[in-house]
């Protein structure tokens, strides 16, 4: 009885092991569900062409709009979250982009890889380590299109590691706008199992391990806090404070950390709050414009007007 006692005990050990360091971090990263462009900016009176570019590893299409304003005087590129694509309505995409455009900010918006309208490389999430060269390619497509003028790129969750990743590795802005960045991999591994599971973050430790490990999620000083840190460009961070994916210390580390970094701490939102019901555990996650958008607004037209030359 008792060997029999003990193989059922290492029998269970072993699937542990195998549902925290394989399958929790292979479902996370790779069966996240294609959510599909099913509007347009026309939707909020705005006038727009579609585009593809090449991503720059020259792998994929990466599918696009192009928002002009009339007389632009800047143009901010939009890097969605994971799971989402350019009309992300957890951030509230296509009134966002009416406002930039309102005020003179021509707006850029592509689905990265594995969304959307994009390519597939068959490889899910990788938190902004592949996905930055999507946003190199729109980077890149927008300062061919209008050379003369500052180019400036806004990243929310995931879109803000893409970015981080992007711009550490060469790709030229006049700034970056962060908000609810995704700064710290294992953090938000284990916060958005959590928000998948409703399981405690904690027993998710080792499969967040796992996926840096052997799932090429970028890990230690390839993470995008660390690879933010070093940027010398103008960085404006706009955090949720009760933020339950990706929680405001990171942000408020990276602004201790990076002086060229300006944190606005968004106004609280009450998590009970009724609008908020149908996000369920996502909560307040990207949830600053649609609850304050003209303080939001403000923030961000007032970094790009102090460093558009």
Avoid: C
């Amino acid at each position: 009885m008792k060997k029999l006692a003990w193989s059922v005990a290492l029998l269970s050990l072993i699937a542990l092991l195998y549902t925290a360091v394989i399958a929790v971090p292979q479902e996370a990263i790779h069966n996240t569900q294609r959510s599909a462009v099913t509007t347009t900016p026309a939707q909020v009176g705005l006038a727009f062409e579609d585009f593809v570019v090449d991503a720059e590893d020259g792998k994929l299409k990466i599918a696009g709009w192009w928002m002009p304003a009339d007389n632009a005087r800047a143009i901010l590129v939009f890097i969605h979250g994971g799971g989402s694509n350019r009309t992300s309505s957890y951030f509230g995409s296509l009134a966002f982009y009416r406002e930039m455009v309102d005020r003179g900010v021509s707006v850029a918006a592509i689905d990265l890889r594995n969304h959307g309208a994009s390519g597939d490389d068959g490889r899910g999430l990788q938190f902004g380590r592949t996905e930055r060269h999507d946003a190199a390619a729109a980077l890149d497509w927008t300062r061919k299109k209008h050379p003369q003028l500052p180019l400036f790129a806004m990243g929310i969750s995931m879109g803000g590691a893409t970015l981080v990743q992007a711009a550490y590795h060469g790709a030229e802005l006049d700034g970056l706008i962060l908000l609810d960045s995704l700064l710290d991999t294992a953090d938000t591994f284990k916060r958005g199992a959590y928000v998948a599971t409703g399981l405690p973050p904690a027993l998710f430790a080792l499969s967040a391990w796992s996926a840096t490990r052997f799932y090429g999620l970028p890990g230690g000083q390839e993470q995008a806090l660390e690879r933010a840190v070093t940027l010398d460009i103008p960085i404006l961070a706009i955090q949720d404070p009760d933020d339950p994916v990706t929680r405001a210390r990171y942000s408020r580390e990276l602004a201790e950390r990076n002086p060229q970094v300006t944190l606005w701490m968004a106004p609280a939102i009450d998590a009970q709050h009724p609008e908020l019901a149908w996000k369920k555990r996502w909560g307040t996650h990207v949830s600053a414009f649609l609850f304050y958008p003209a303080e939001t607004v403000a923030q961000i037209i007032a970094f790009i007007d102090a460093y558009a030359g």
